[in-house]
Structure formats: C-alpha cells, structure tokens
C-alpha cells in the first residue's frame, strides 16, 4: 500500500468552488468555469476552461503559469478576480484571473511572505481576507498567516498580528460559509474579526476529537468533513453555527479507500468526496441532511489515476475533479445528480503538470 508523509499530502480542502449565479434570476448572466491545478514540481499552475454541457477541459491559452516550486493548494476569491497559491517553500503567489480566458498574470508585488511551508490556501466568503497554513518536516512552528486582499488589485498585506499560532503538526484551512470562523482542520477553529482579518480562538479549542487534517465544510456551514489519512477513513463533524464548535457525528469515522488525504463537498451539500491516494480511487458518501452521518454511495469507491492527491466539485454540482499526482493528470466525472455516483466523461483524463496537488473550480460572470 502507498504511503508518503504527511509533508506530501495534497489538499482537500484546498479544492475551493465558486458558484456566482443567483436564483431567481428572470435574466442571468453568461458565465464561464475554469479550472485550476498545481503543479507541485513543475513549478506552475494549469488552467483549464470547463465545458458546462460535457465536463470536458480545454487547457486556456498560455498555460501552464509560473508559479513556485512546491505549490500544493490554490483559493480564488469569491468575485473571481484573484487566485492564491501558496508555495510550500516559504510564500504565497497571487494571480489576477482574466475572466474571458482564464488566463492568470501575477499581481504587482507577489509573491509574499508566509513562513516556512505553507501548503492551505483559503479566501473568506467576502473577499476581504486570505489565510495561509501549512508545515515543514523540521520547522517547530506551526501558525496560520492572515492576509487582507486589494479589492481592486488582489495585493496582499499582512494582518496585525498575523501569524497566529495554531499548534503543531500539519494543517489545512478552510473558512466557514458565514465568514465568522476559520477551521485549521477541526481541531484548532479561530473567530474572524470581519473589520480586520485578526484570528482569536475560540473557547475549547483545540478540540481533541478533531485533526489538523485537509478539511471540507458543507454550503450549509452546519458539517465539515475532515479525512485522516493513516487511518483510511473520515470524520463528520457537526457545527455549531453560533459559536463554531465542531462536534463529532456518531458512527464516525466512516471507511474510505487507503491513504485519504483531500475531500470535497457538492454544492447541494449532498455528497462527499475523498481521493484516496494509496488506493488510486475515489470514495462517494450521501450526507444525512439531518444528522451529517455519511452512507457510501452505489458503486463507490470509483477508479482515479495513479495517486488521486486533490479532489473538486464544480459549482454547478454536475462534475467532480481529481488530480492525480503520479499520472500527472486530471480526471473527470459526471455526477448522478440523484444517487451521486460517478461515471468517467469522454476524454478524461486530462493532461496536467508535473505532480498535480492541488485544485479550484470556479464559475465567473461575464
């Protein structure tokens, strides 16, 4: 069975979706899907225009783009004007998205300082605030560096008091739907100061039932969803949307394939998806809209590439995204929008760059 070390794990909740369309609308907008991948060796990132009938990706003109070396995840901002890839060396690039092409070109300035490895990347859902987290092997420290975003420029500037200590061992961020608290896995969750960007934790954390572990919050904001990838499984957390305690969903951990190490949500907040590296496949769970208990899904696991490292849904809810770090690809499913099972689409898979591991999915209006 494959195994790396936890320095090497892609990011789950790294994979970041964002749905621009409102309902109700008597005349909406055009939009356009693109994808995003790290590219973990290679040094850059590649972007990929999502056909909204088929799934199929196109690769946009110019791509790959230089990144750093080491990138694992990637955020973009709620509007779709910026892109965030931390470097996993010391620092995170940031991109101004063309929103007729998907192209990416590299804001004035970046990249910036996020201290020794950062690996998660995450936008808060106003746009304002960037977090950076992550780890290195023989760096004692672990903190999650706060950012505030130039809405007209996608500039970054670092949070007073920023970084804010978050423990040891290896860790993953992702933002709750409401913009009041930032998870670092479920085992450390911080209260967003909304004026500043600054980070407190909040009262009981760090939560012992939780991990430092790549993470998925539900649309709802009421699961999250954390995989633990030596014990072949994932945790169900239900949230308290008051004062963002996470707290254990009976049954769990509920079984995935080997080596879990990214998760995702659908945007319906019925579905959860694990790439399970060691296995090279993909495990489907239906979420109880009561209880956030997870069932496996008919036919789950589902077959990946070699090393499934970072997994997405589309915001549209039609298509899953998996990019496999040793086949240097990206596969691509459709959705059974009733039992939520996977089928391959044609073409799939996809070409991507050297050592894939991270991966968005975002839907701009044109």
Known sequence: MKRMGGWALGLAYLAFAFAACSAGEDNPPPYKTYAFVTNSYSGSVSAFAVDADTGALTAVAGSPFKAGFGGVGVAVDPSGKFAYVPDGVGSVSAFIIDP???ALAAVAGSPYRAGAGPRSVAVDPSGKF???????PYYPVYDVFAFTIDASTGALAAVAGSPFAAGGGPHYVAVAPSGKFLYVGTAFVFAIDGDTGALAAI??????SGSGGPIAIAPSGNFAFTVLEYSDGVTAFA???ATGVPTAVPGSPFATGDGPCSVAVDPSGGFVYVANRSSDNVSAFAIDAVTGALTAVPGSPFAS????SAVAVDPSGKFVYVANRSSNNVTAFAIDAVTGALT????????AGEWPLGMAVIRIAQ
Do not use: Q
């Not at 977090?131 to 290195?136: I, N, T």
């Not at 590439?305 to 499934?308: L, Q, V």
């Open 344 to 351: 391959a689409i044609s073409g799939s898979p996809f070409a």
């Open 305 to 308: 590439g070699d090393e499934p």
């Open 100 to 102: 007729a092409t998907g």
């Open 239 to 241: 949230i308290d949307a």
């Open 203 to 208: 009262a009981g954390s760090p939560f012992a």
């Open 130 to 136: 960037v977090f950076v987290a992550g780890y290195y």
